[in-house]
Structure formats: structure tokens, C-alpha cells
């Protein structure tokens, strides 16, 4: 039995949407904290009594749909390991699952790193990253603590969790899965969209900036790009029908820039769900959680800081 723990992370320049053909590769760069305070843990267990492999999510049978994602992966070790044997998986989230909280990233890195390990394959955490990139993408960013770049198919740390003074605040709307997955959202956006063209010119210019930022320490600027990459990627997605934001998030939304108005500094960013994410510093961050408790359709607030990358909880026989 192997058990490995890893946190979600969401990305301050986004990527959204695929490089054409096989390998799950992200067609734009994006930069991302992983987040200390939401947590995956997953136990992988190789077991010759199995027929097939079995997952057990939040304490449920999982749908077939991420069995088959979770099967994928594991033929990817099975091949690398030289076994057959199949698996017994379970995870737990402690916040909530398929609704836009990166739930899909944290899942995949604690598999991966998990099923490596328990395959006694030994592989360095680019290589496991890399594994766990191909069946969710973020994921090899969860891989890594601090902020975290994904360019093409390399994800690399470039800060630590201190690197800027962060606290995120995320805003709950709902405990409900999301409609379109985002894999889907991306491939409509695409193939749909008028404004995808511009997001993939805009997108990598505002990473750049952000990365420039982030690594002269300079939290403002840092934030301002992420809530414009937010923005930007939404936008692309909302012309193709694809709208992962709730009133409650434009709820959400007022409250960010009416606290900025009043001079705090506080900036959003959504992922493909509708909870919103606060970006402020550590000084703001009990004034601005306040508010947004009190914002009409805030069900409760997450509140994390950068934090580190996937590890081993437990190694068993």
C-alpha cells in the first residue's frame, strides 16, 4: 500500500485549450501556486486477487468515465514497471470534487507519484510529472510546491511558496460538480470561439509579464495579470457557449473590485468552475474574507497560501 498526498493548484496566467494531436500538451504557457490547505489523498495498491482495476472516490465507486482515466495511467506504469497486476485505488478530496477547484490536477499528481512508487519504479519528479501531465495536464503542476511554470510539456518550479506575499481566499459557490468538464470546455472553445485566436496570442504575453513579476517580487503586478489572463480566458470560452461562472461568482466579482476601489489590494481569478478566487496579501486578508463571506451566494471561504508539492504520506509491503 502506498498513500501520497497532494494539493490543487490554480494558475495565475492560465492555459486553456490543447496543441493539436496526441499527448495532452497545453497549447499556451501558464504559471501556477500550489495550494497548501486543499488537500488529495490517494492509496494505490498492486493486488494479483484483482480482475480489473478499482477506484473508489470520496468513498464512492467512481463513474466509468474517470475509472477509464484512472486505468489509463496505471497501463502507463504497468508498462514501464514490466507488471501486470491491476490496482485498488481510493481518494479523498477534503474540498470540493469536479467543480472547478482543481480537483482533477491533485487527484492525478497523488496517483501518479502513488502508483510510480508502489510499482518500485525509480523515477524523478519530472518524469512522474510528465506521467501524471498526460492524463490531466495541471497536474503535473501539483507535482511541484510554489509557483510553478508549465510550458509545453515541462512543468518546472520557478519560486518558492514565499516568494510573494499571497494568500488565496476561495470563494465556495456550490458543493455540485460542474457540467463541462474542462477537457470539453477547452475542445468547444476551440473548435467554437471567435476569440480563441486572440486568447492564443494574448495568453503567452501576459504569462511572460506575470513570470517577470512574480520573480521581482512585486505582488500587485503579479495579481493584476492574473485577473486579466482570468478574464481573458473566460471571455474566449463565454463566445463559444462555454460559462463556467455563476451569479454567485460575478457576486463575487463586485466584491473584489469594490475592496479595490477602497484602496485594498485585491484581485480575481476564476478557473473552469464558479468559485472565484481572492488574490491579497497576508495584511488584507482577514478584511477582505469578511466581505466576501457576507457576498450573496458565498457558501464559505477556503483560504490557502503557496504551499508544497506532492510527498509520500505512507509506503507500505
Request: charged letters at 15%; a neutral charge; proline letters at 5%.
Amino acid at each position: 500500500m502506498t498513500i501520497a498526498i497532494a494539493h490543487p493548484n490554480i494558475a495565475l496566467s492560465k492555459y486553456w485549450g490543447k496543441r493539436e494531436g496526441a499527448g495532452n500538451v497545453p497549447a499556451v504557457p501558464s504559471l501556477s501556486v500550489t495550494l497548501a490547505g486543499l488537500a488529495t489523498r490517494t492509496e494505490v495498491v498492486f493486488d494479483a486477487a484483482l480482475a480489473a482495476d478499482a477506484f473508489m472516490l470520496n468513498g464512492a465507486p467512481a463513474d466509468p468515465g474517470a475509472l477509464a482515466r484512472t486505468t489509463e495511467l496505471l497501463d502507463r506504469v504497468r508498462l514501464a514497471a514490466g507488471t501486470t497486476l491491476r490496482a485498488r485505488v481510493a481518494s479523498t478530496n477534503d474540498f470540493p470534487t469536479a467543480s472547478g477547484l482543481a480537483s482533477s490536477a491533485s487527484g492525478f499528481a497523488a496517483l501518479a507519484l502513488a502508483a510510480v512508487t508502489a510499482a518500485k519504479l525509480d523515477w524523478s519528479v519530472t518524469q512522474i510529472a510528465e506521467l501524471a501531465r498526460r492524463s490531466s495536464a495541471s497536474a503535473a503542476r501539483s507535482l511541484f510546491g510554489g509557483f510553478v511554470e508549465l510550458d509545453g510539456e515541462t512543468a518546472r518550479p520557478v519560486a518558492p511558496p514565499g516568494a510573494i506575499d499571497l494568500v488565496v481566499l476561495v470563494c465556495v459557490t456550490t458543493e455540485a460538480a460542474k457540467s463541462v468538464s474542462s477537457r470539453n470546455g477547452m475542445a468547444l472553445t476551440a473548435s467554437k470561439s471567435p476569440y480563441y485566436p486572440g486568447w492564443l496570442d494574448t495568453a503567452p504575453r501576459i504569462h511572460a509579464a506575470l513570470k517577470t513579476a512574480l520573480l521581482a517580487g512585486d505582488l500587485p503586478t503579479t495579481c493584476t495579470l492574473a485577473e486579466e489572463s482570468a478574464l481573458a480566458m473566460h471571455a474566449s470560452a463565454f463566445a463559444a457557449g462555454v460559462v463556467y461562472v455563476s451569479g454567485a461568482t460575478l457576486e463575487a466579482l463586485k466584491t473584489v473590485q469594490a475592496l479595490r476601489a477602497e484602496g485594498i489590494g485585491a484581485w480575481a481569478t476564476m478557473d473552469a468552475g464558479p468559485h472565484l478566487k481572492c488574490l491579497v496579501s497576508a495584511t488584507d486578508a482577514a478584511r477582505a474574507k469578511a466581505r466576501l463571506a457576507a457576498t450573496p451566494g458565498v457558501l464559505r471561504i477556503l483560504e490557502a497560501v503557496a504551499g508544497p508539492g506532492a510527498h509520500l504520506a505512507e509506503i507500505g509491503a
